[in-house]
């Protein structure tokens, strides 16, 4: 039952409303670069209600014990925080009855405003959990996105909004973040960032021109030049292509852990007190 006195929403009245708004939001990204209708849509994506910090969870760097960098990163972000909700499903791919990614590998949220959330979204969760749920993520070939935006509390009946953040495990076909920005407006474009400190690096002599990296990337940031892939100035940092890439020719260059957390923090910070 919906108690508006002590939880927001229950999960029953939140999938109502994400199927009611829905192809609103997907419209409003998809129109978000036409002249005309830019200047009233653009407002609705806009910074500090909207950010959203890539984080390729999966990715492995060679280093004396294998370490899954940018994972530990996100890893030591939960271990850093007290109060932590698991969502038992993700509502993209509920929504759009995704069958190439698990259901179940729901988000998780950050931060004393989950005192709020209806038990039927899922459960409270210790910081091991938490690191479990990740590592889990990370195993299915999803992607970590620290996000901020209004759409969430406003979704899930929670406040205050600067104590909560949430990090969503997403896919390429049916996340509401990855999907639909090929076209974006400027807002949207800077809504989402990828971590400073992490870089997509081509080797021209390895690339053979297949283009499939092209074809993959969410944001449209990966041209072809010279017969060899290149990344463009605003591209996400994300990692897919260096995981499509049949040749091996593309890497993320990432900088020591400390920094990567340290920057992860700040931009949290710039928006949010989840401590």
């Known amino acids: 039952m919906l108690n508006i006195l002590r939880h927001g929403p229950n999960k029953a009245m939140v999938r109502w409303m994400v199927w009611v708004t ?23 994506f806009a910074y500090p209600w909207n950010e959203v910090t890539a984080v390729p969870i999966g990715y492995q760097i060679d280093a004396p014990e294998n370490v899954v960098l940018p994972r530990r990163v996100v890893e030591r972000l939960v271990e850093s925080v007290a109060d932590i909700f698991i969502l038992d499903e993700c509502i993209c791919r509920r929504q759009t009855g995704c069958s190439e ?27 091991d959990e938490a690191i479990s749920h990740v590592r889990r993520a990370a195993s299915a070939g999803l992607i970590a996105n620290v996000a901020h935006t209004w759409i969430d509390p406003l979704a899930f009946g929670l406040a205050p909004f600067n104590r909560l953040m949430f990090i969503c495990f997403c896919d390429d076909c049916c996340c509401l973040y990855r999907t639909h920005m090929q076209r974006r407006g400027q807002n ?88």
């Open 188 to 275: 949207l474009n800077r809504a989402y960032q990828g971590l400073p400190g992490i870089s997509v690096v081509v080797d021209p002599e390895k690339c053979t021109g297949c283009g499939i990296c092209v074809e993959r990337c969410f944001a449209a940031e990966m041209t072809m030049e010279n017969g060899a892939a290149s990344p463009g100035p605003d591209c996400k940092g994300c990692g897919r292509c260096v995981e499509v890439c049949p040749a091996g020719a593309i890497r993320l260059e990432i900088d020591d852990e400390e920094t990567l957390f340290n920057r992860l923090v700040a931009r949290i910070e710039a928006v949010a007190d989840i401590w």
């Open 101 to 127: 990614y698990p259901k179940e590998i729901g988000c998780m949220a950050l931060g004393s405003a989950i005192s709020r959330l209806h038990p039927s979204q899922g459960r409270r969760a210790t910081q």
């Open 22 to 44: 829905w192809p609103i939001i997907i419209a409003a990204k998809r129109l978000s670069a036409v002249p005309g209708l830019r200047a009233v849509i653009n407002p609705f």
